[in-house]
C-alpha cells in the first residue's frame, strides 16, 4: 500500500512538472 501510494504521489508530481514544463515552453505564465 505505502509503495502504490509512493507510486502515485510521483507520479502525481511528474505530471505537475511536464505541466509546468509545458507551459513555460509555451510562453505562458498561469503556472
Do not use: K, Q
Request: hydrophobic share 50%; glycine share 12%.
Amino acid at each position: 500500500l505505502n509503495v502504490g501510494l509512493d507510486y502515485i504521489g510521483l507520479a502525481n508530481v511528474g505530471n505537475a512538472i511536464i505541466i509546468h514544463e509545458y507551459f513555460d515552453w509555451m510562453g505562458d505564465e498561469l503556472f
